[in-house]
């Protein structure tokens, strides 16, 4: 969650705009092979439905505020744009506010790296393949073909597409997710776009032998994650399958075009990231002791025992172990709760059990109790319109009417439990930082992390960041990635 502004900017999710596209065949140039193919979605389509999607992905994951950091991304994107098989498409290259390692395109141009996945690279050559990667996927219309698919197939690819079966069906009601960036590519849209990735990145003049150790430091998180695999790799190819192929595909693209290597140092990239906010940011909300407080907005509340919180610029959502309940905090475009009541009856054709007025630590608010359906589905929704400023807030209690009598207590005490902060202490969380340094006496990485007091659960986190392993040696004069609590 970040500001009361981005909130309100958020929109309703564009899948029914996705759905309602020409049902017609058209006539299309696969831009890799020239030849021509035929697909549901035109060109013009692809930059219809990145141009909608591109607002929800910065509202779902907000911008990284570092422009310069976002001109040298962008840099490097157009020139790989320009050696692409399709330089005249338009493109925008965003950096988003996440600490996931993730990078992600949508038809039409728009590609997004996480500040997350800039942190892990040691060299603008990681950075190139994985950028060559994605344009790759556009200029192989993955995502139409995806798209023409999912349609033809008569398929919903809807809201909520990422989470569980048994959760989807409150997820039409939280609007949550992003159906377009979860569209999965196949095994074989993967392959393509590795191999257009290394085609591109070697015409530059960088070493492609770099992107696949990219791929190490992927495989190395995953395994730590316990497999939980970024998107953009997220199917099947194993990334260290992927490593190897690399490898080879780039020997045959630097004999093929007389590869001509670009003079990069290490340092160069290292100083494009340095302060680079590594890891969770507090700033934007986190959880201590069971309760929730988000120093920016200044607001706090309780979170149930055992509830998974999913915290993102739009919202704020909690779901049940058994996933058989969610509790949804937004913000209302309204004045006061009542007004904001009376939206969402309005726009959810809800059925007003109760309502009525109320003061959670002061503040006037009001409680709705209502019952919603969808497709079938009835769910009960308990609802809590709370006015701090000139912002109201709004708690949303899903679930099924069986169930609401077990769960009312839990959505009563989460909202009742809001408040203005209180624990001032966290107002002075700070992130972690990326800090570069040179070493002046060397020994392994290991020793070096000791020598300045890096928090020792973290070492082998650290390793990974560096592209390094724990016991490997490390000159004098060469540059570590750290971190730091300081701010720039
Ligand atoms: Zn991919």
Not at 104 to 125: C, Q
Not at 216 to 238: D, Q, V
Not at 259 to 275: A, E, S, T, V, W
Request: aromatic share 10%; hydrophobic share 40%; net charge positive.
């Amino acid at each position: 969650m970040r500001n009361a502004a981005r909130w309100m900017r958020r929109g309703l999710v564009p899948f029914v705009v996705m759905l309602s596209l020409l049902f017609t065949l058209h006539c299309a140039r696969d831009y890799v092979t020239g030849k021509r193919t035929f697909t549901l979605i035109t060109e013009a389509d692809e930059i219809a439905l990145g141009r909608e999607a591109d607002p929800q992905i910065l509202a779902e994951f907000g911008v990284y505020d570092d422009p310069r950091l976002v001109a040298y991304v962008d840099e490097i994107g157009q020139a790989i744009a320009r050696v692409s098989h399709r330089p005249n498409l338009k493109y925008t290259f965003r950096v988003v506010d996440s600490p996931v390692v993730n990078a992600f395109a949508l038809p039409g141009g728009w590609v997004y790296f996480t500040r997350g996945i800039l942190a892990h690279f040691n060299s603008e050559a990681e950075l190139a393949g994985v950028m060559g990667h994605e344009v790759g996927h556009i200029v192989a219309r993955h995502g139409a073909e995806q798209l023409s698919r999912a349609q033809l197939a008569g398929l919903a690819i809807g809201i909520g597409a990422a989470l569980s079966p048994e959760f989807r069906k409150f997820s039409k009601f939280a609007q949550v997710g992003i159906g377009l960036l979860f569209l999965k590519f196949s095994r074989d849209q993967e392959s393509e776009s590795d191999r257009l990735g290394v085609e591109y990145a070697t015409r530059l003049g960088y070493n492609a032998h770099e992107m696949a150790n990219f791929f190490k430091t992927i495989a190395r998180l995953s395994e730590k994650s316990g497999g939980s695999i970024p998107t953009f790799l997220s199917t099947h190819p194993n990334p260290r399958d992927r490593e190897a192929r690399i490898h080879e595909l780039t020997r045959e693209w630097q004999q093929k075009i007389e590869f001509q290597p670009k003079n990069l140092r290490r340092i160069d990239y290292l100083r494009r990231i340095d302060g680079i906010v590594y890891g969770k940011d507090p700033r934007q909300g986190f959880v201590e002791s069971g309760i929730f407080y988000h120093p920016q907005m200044r607001f706090q509340f309780p979170v149930p025992d055992r509830w998974q919180v999913k915290n993102t610029p739009a919202s704020v959502q909690m779901s049940d172990p058994r996933q058989a309940a969610a509790i949804q905090l937004t913000l209302a475009k309204a004045a006061t709760p009542e007004e904001a009541a009376q939206q969402f009856i309005a726009n959810s054709k809800a059925t007003v059990l109760e309502q009525r007025a109320l003061r959670i630590h002061g503040l006037p608010a009001v409680r709705l109790h209502s019952r919603v359906s969808n497709r079938g589905d009835t769910l009960e929704v308990r609802s809590h319109f709370i006015r701090k400023g000139q912002t109201v807030f709004v708690f949303h209690g899903f679930t099924t009417p069986d169930q609401m009598l077990k769960y009312r207590p839990v959505f009563d005490h989460v909202a009742r439990g809001f408040d203005r902060l209180r624990n001032m202490a966290a107002l002075k969380k700070k992130p972690w930082r990326v800090q570069i340094r040179r070493l002046a006496r060397p020994g392994t990485l290991q020793q070096v992390f000791t020598r300045y007091r890096m928090p020792r659960d973290r070492y082998e986190e650290l390793a990974i960041l560096n592209g390094l392993e724990l016991n490997d040696r490390v000159k004098k004069g060469q540059w570590v990635k750290l971190l730091t609590r300081r701010s720039e």
